[in-house]
């Protein structure tokens, strides 16, 4: 196989690119540190913040430090003596950050000589990447931060290899939709404070404005700003009903009907929501019996109908 010269000689590199490349499922790995750090730092039950932009500059620091903290478990790195993990006998140095320009990372005077494990996202597009470099002189631009600290320029950006040079971040259910989805949502409960029934009141509206998709837990917690959110979930059920909404969970027989419908199914402590047409006799569209009643997912035209109490 042929390898760059500079690449060549860094055995270093080649070490810790090789421990990373042997782990089992390390895109999904990364992906899942990244979307844990994200949401335990925005803290969305207690906050209702699901936008990086809403952090304050300390916490955007700090999501750095908990990027470092959760990769370091998750993929059960030693500290290293001078740097942040020892991998395969080398000093690595966590770097990470967020946005659509996913390039700049700040790197100290500290890690000069050292490889750098740089992590980016971009929570928007749902996309991230991680990448190793060793930090060199002329692999930095000249001009320095406040801190002392310096980007990596030209050179530097085209001698990172890439664990992942496009991975799919667990998506924001929240940021991704349309601005009037979430303004529904979130002004269903307008007239009460934090959770109670403004928590259910806004869980019932994430189901009527979010279907056929999934709905995961972090979401419910957000919305509702409570740590029953899950409950809240269940109890949107009685509410919807009359609406001709099923809620569907990972028991009984949710599996069976999402899969009929053609839906994603859920795991645990996930939820996906369908609005139920009567099937007409002709039907190609997916169709499911419940209750020796067939069921289609409501569409434009279609007859309204209050949904089966029991499923």
């Known amino acids: 196989m ?27 790995r990364f992906g899942a540190v990244l979307r844990q750090s994200i949401d335990e730092v925005l803290d969305g039950q207690r906050t209702g913040r699901f936008d990086l932009d809403l952090l304050e500059s300390t916490e955007k620091t700090y999501l750095g430090t908990k990027v470092e903290i959760v990769a370091r478990s998750a993929f059960q790195l030693d500290r290293g003596d001078d740097m942040d993990y020892s991998i395969a006998g080398h000093e690595v140095d966590a770097k990470f950050t967020s946005g659509t320009k996913s390039v700049n990372w700040t790197i100290p005077i500290e890690a000069m000589g050292h490889l ?47 664990l992942v040079a496009e991975g799919d971040l667990p998506r924001n259910l929240l940021l991704g939709l349309p601005q009037e989805k979430r303004e529904a949502i979130f ?10 029934n403004g928590g259910q009141l806004r869980t019932n509206e994430l189901f009527r404005q979010v279907q056929e998709q999934i709905v995961d837990r972090n979401t419910l917690v957000t919305v509702a700003s409570q740590e029953d959110g899950l409950k809240r979930a269940r109890d949107a059920r009685k ?18 009907i999402a899969r009929a419908l053609d839906l994603p199914v859920p795991a645990k402590g ?30 434009e035209g279609d007859d309204r109908v209050v949904a089966p109490s029991l499923y």
């Open 187 to 196: 002004r269903a409960s307008d007239g009460y404070r934090g959770g109670g």
């Open 116 to 162: 750098c494990l740089l992590m980016a996202v971009d929570d928007r597009r749902s996309k991230f990447r991680v990448g190793l470099v060793r930090i060199t002189d002329d692999a930095l631009n000249a001009g320095r931060n406040r801190d002392g600290k310096r980007s990596l320029n030209i050179t530097g950006r085209a001698r990172i290899r890439w």
């Open 270 to 299: 996930t939820f996906v929501a369908v609005r139920l047409a009567p099937a007409p006799t002709d039907t190609h569209r997916p169709c499911v019996e419940i209750g020796r009643t067939r069921y289609v997912a409501w569409r």
């Open 239 to 256: 509410v919807l009903r009359e609406e001709g909404i099923l809620i569907l969970g990972h028991q009984n027989d949710h599996p069976r």
């Open 2 to 28: 042929h390898l760059e010269p500079d690449l060549a000689e860094d055995e270093g590199l080649l070490d810790v690119l090789g421990w990373f490349r042997r782990q089992a499922h390390t895109e999904q």
